[in-house]
């Protein structure tokens, strides 16, 4: 009976440590369920966002492409924005898989190439962080996720289509940004209630933001 007693009272000493810096931390929480040392209200905000960046379209292994693409967002609230318009121009450049072809008297497959296309997307921004630069100035960022539709433009043919993609931005100061997105694309042709055909896209971007 002793022993059964001692192991009681061990096991609500236990508890009682373990719940002593959990009923510590509630106190700290204010009524919106956020801890005061942590959730800070964004620093860097702009309604309207003019961004330039260059990029790569990666995925054809015969000819990629680099390019260049201007955007203007609107940025409604601090977690959600419209991107209104991004138009993106590709210049092609040959791999080394094509020059090997040529050296054999051979033509790669004539696959359509995206020469350039605009799209428009929802912006959703749930992330906004705080970080440290080695231990002496405070730097600013957001990750953001987008999906939208838009049109491109190929070498044979012309297609509607969507895209999803994420992203993250880098704070220089309150109105200038780096952002690097990632975004994947799918065209459908006039078969797609005939013969399902997509041709599949990614672009992948740095660049700069001006917001104000």
Known sequence: MPQKRSRQALFVLLLVAFLTPLCAYGQEVHEGGYSSLVVQNRKNFGTHEFGVALGTLPLDAFTKG???????????TEHIGWEVAQFTYSFPVD?????????????????????????????????????????SNL???????LAGGGYGWFTRSSRPGVDIGAGFRVYG?????????ARYMFYFDDTIFTDFNVMDELWVGLGGSLAF
């Open 95 to 135: 791999t080394a898989l094509h020059d090997e072809l040529n050296a054999f008297d051979l033509q790669p497959t004539p696959f359509e190439i995206l020469e350039y296309f605009v799209m428009t997307n929802f912006l959703f921004k749930p992330v906004y962080w705080k970080g440290s630069w080695m231990n």
């Open 173 to 181: 100061t309150s109105l200038v940004s780096i952002r690097f997105d």
């Open 66 to 76: 680099l390019t260049v693409s201007g955007a203007y967002t609107l940025h409604f």
């Open 139 to 145: 730097i600013y960022g957001e990750l953001f996720f």
